[in-house]
């Protein structure tokens, strides 16, 4: 009967001529197939109800499979990839039987964007909305976990990274010799005030917990806290403050880090301003942190201490750039690394006219003065209270 229907085009005795034939026969042919496709899907749809709707769909629905999955295998999800990515490395692996039905399955999960990179352990043969909600699941990353504490400082934060990731100390000592290659530009040393820039990674390795890819170096893992320190002190605006120069907010919130609970540092920071612009009393402008003392300690391999064991030489030591008792001003740069709350501090200070501060009981909480009778009797209660140092 089909054969009987011209469903080809007819241009007359064209149609006859012998080169004429062969495209009036292939148009024929496609014409045919489409008008049996639509033949056959009219006849399941007519099929009716249940039955004749799982049958279309099965023409239209991308192939799935539909369990857990079997077996194990790793898959790299790399930095800037889309969900067309995600699906064919998926795919190549066998954890999903269509790329498509990755990507339709993410489409329906709300919190597929938030697939991070990085490598995963998944089961062969998974329906896709099951692998879609293993990679959400960081138990199924494989990675090295290392939690870098706010306060740190570089040294022993290399320390730490190098136990962590199990390699030696010297690789990440050599790899933070370079700021540059790190991510960290240069602009990011110029000073207002016109002093010398400690020039280090000190204060840009932002404090985080990280999971690091297997394979990651020491300039890797360097790199990544740098550039988790970019984005922070975007979001805080440290990267933008009023009146100062970005590196000595940087170096005001280290000192906040180190002086401060985090409920106190928006009034420790406007302490440290407080003091360097006063004009009138320019013998405040010497902080007088025992903090920066120790630092210096610290660099110099011999250990912090308790700012009752500090002696009044090693406060007041002239050769020691970060003496904020002996020297005016804000240090070479930053004693520790700070979190954000540090850093959103220095960016935007508390208001008042306070001038000192001190640890006033065990919890850590300060006290605030705007003239020295009010710090000195703070720092009677200080002692009252059991903390002062």
């Avoid at 692998?131 to 990675?143: G, P």
């Avoid at 016109?194 to 394979?215: I, R, S």
């Avoid at 009752?308 to 904020?324: F, G, I, K, R, V």
């Amino acid at each position: 009967m089909l054969d009987g229907l011209d469903l080809g085009y007819d241009d007359g005795d064209a149609a006859m001529r012998p080169g004429r034939h062969r495209r009036r026969k292939s148009g024929r042919g496609k014409s045919l197939f489409a008008l049996v496709l639509v033949v056959v899907l009219l006849g399941v749809l007519g099929g009716g109800g249940y039955l004749g709707y799982h049958a279309l769909r099965g023409f239209l629905v991308a192939p799935d499979y539909s369990g857990s999955g079997h077996g194990s295998v790793q898959v790299q999800i790399k930095t800037g990839d889309g969900l067309s990515d995600m699906a064919n490395a998926l795919y190549k692996k066998d954890v999903v039987k269509s790329a498509k039905a990755f990507v339709d399955a993410s489409n329906k999960n709300p919190n597929a964007t938030a697939i991070q990179p990085g490598w995963y352990k998944l089961h062969k043969q998974m329906k896709a909305s099951l692998a879609v909600t293993a990679l959400l699941d960081l138990k199924n990353r494989i990675a090295t976990k290392v939690t870098i504490p706010e306060g740190l400082t570089v040294n022993a934060t290399l320390s730490r990274l190098s136990k962590g990731l199990k390699l030696p100390l010297s690789d990440f000592q050599k790899a933070a010799k370079d700021p540059a290659a790190l991510g960290i530009d240069k602009g990011w040393f110029d000073r207002d005030d016109h002093k010398q820039a400690a020039k280090g990674v000190e204060g840009f390795l932002y404090p985080d917990t990280y999971l690091f890819d297997p394979g990651t170096t020491a300039k890797d893992a360097l790199s990544e806290m740098v550039s988790h320190f970019m984005k922070a002190a975007a979001d805080s605006g440290l990267d933008k403050p009023k009146g100062i120069a970005p590196y000595e907010a940087l170096i005001v919130a280290s000192l906040a880090q180190a002086e401060a609970i985090n409920s106190d540092m928006p009034k420790v920071t406007r302490v440290v301003y407080n003091r360097l612009g006063d004009t009138d009393q320019p013998w405040l402008q010497k902080l007088q942190f025992d903090s920066t003392t120790n630092y210096w300690l610290d660099l110099k391999g011999k250990g912090a201490k308790d700012s009752s064991q500090l002696t009044y030489a090693e406060l007041h030591d002239t050769s020691n750039p970060y003496s904020t008792h002996t020297h005016a001003g804000l240090p070479p740069g930053p004693i520790d690394n700070p979190g954000a709350t540090a850093m959103k501090a220095a960016a935007h200070p508390a208001d008042g006219k306070w001038l000192y501060f001190v640890r006033i009981d065990k919890s850590g909480k300060s006290a605030f003065a705007e003239t020295y009778d009010e710090q000195k009797a703070n720092e009677e209660k200080a002692k009252q209270n059991g903390a002062a140092g």
